[in-house]
């Protein structure tokens, strides 16, 4: 159950600065931003830029040096390549998911079960890693996700060690599970396409800060073909030099 109401940002950024180490340049500066209740921001810019440095810091990894990150929600990461324990099954890689939670073993496989089904792969149970392929295990690391019914979940670069094809079914696969749970999603992506077909509000990020916000308010699932969705994808790679 939710523990917000949609009045509230489940997320907040206020003027955080950071640095890995003192004495270097500061990685973040002055970032400041919140993530309201069921949107969907992603954060784009050029590689070095912070965008995974904001996902460590809202996981608590990292803690500012100067500001305040707020976060009430419940949060759940989800990594490229779904980042598996090689040596367990599929269903006990989700089942890694329930990790402090009091619940019966039968309890946690029929969820797990569930989270598998829910994502297509529940033919996959007793499979290991090494032979899934490289959308199915990241199927298995968003189903690990999402039993612990997370209300923010926070995705670094899901896509991007994808095939196209796979690639893109797997984003409406995201794009389902967000509307149709209500999870809060905050996605870096180095694909300002993904982030436009995706995102109803895009961060650009440039030397460690906020270099752009641009607000998408085109109805999803959106077409990459469709002239609006054209207009704005360049739009925001106008706004980075370097990519591209
Ligand atoms: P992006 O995700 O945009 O590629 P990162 O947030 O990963 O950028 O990195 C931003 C900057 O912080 C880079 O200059 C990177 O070298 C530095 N950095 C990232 N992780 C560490 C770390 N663990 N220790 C020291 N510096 C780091």
Redo the contacts with the bound molecule.
């Keep these: 159950m939710s523990t917000t109401n949609n009045h509230e940002p489940i997320l907040s950024f206020k003027d955080v600065t950071f640095a890995?180490?003192p004495h270097?340049p500061a990685?973040?500066k002055d970032v400041s931003f919140e993530l309201p209740k069921d949107s969907f921001t992603v954060?784009v810019?050029?590689?070095?830029?912070?965008?995974?440095?904001?996902?460590?810091l809202v996981t608590g990894l990292?803690k500012a040096q100067k500001g305040s990150v707020q976060n009430t929600a419940r949060t759940r990461m989800i990594f490229q390549g779904g980042a598996l324990l090689p040596w367990e099954t599929t269903l006990n890689n989700v089942k890694v998911g329930f990790t402090g939670r009091k619940m019966s073993e039968a309890q946690k496989t029929h969820d797990a079960m569930a989270a598998l089904t829910e994502l297509g792969i529940d033919t996959l149970g007793d499979s290991y890693p090494r032979h899934l392929s490289g959308g199915q295990r990241q199927r298995v690391g968003i189903a690990r996700a999402l039993v612990s019914s997370p209300e923010l979940l926070l995705l670094?670069?899901p896509f991007s060690a994808l095939d196209i094809e796979t690639s893109k079914r797997l984003s409406d696969e995201v794009l389902r599970i967000h509307s149709e749970q209500h999870i809060t999603m905050l996605m870096?992506s180095?694909s300002v396409e993904d982030a436009v077909m995706l995102a109803d509000r895009i961060l650009v990020?440039k030397d460690?800060h906020i270099a752009e916000e641009i607000p998408v308010s085109l109805p999803r699932p959106r077409t990459i073909t469709d002239p609006e969705v054209q207009a704005i994808i360049k739009h925001v790679q106008g706004t980075i030099p370097s990519s591209g």
């Excluded at 070095?48 to 996902?55: A, E, P, R």
Aim: glycine share 16%.
């Design positions: 890995y180490e270097v990685t973040l954060i810019g050029p590689s070095g830029s912070g965008k995974s440095t904001i996902l460590r990292d670094d670069e870096v180095h990020f460690g």
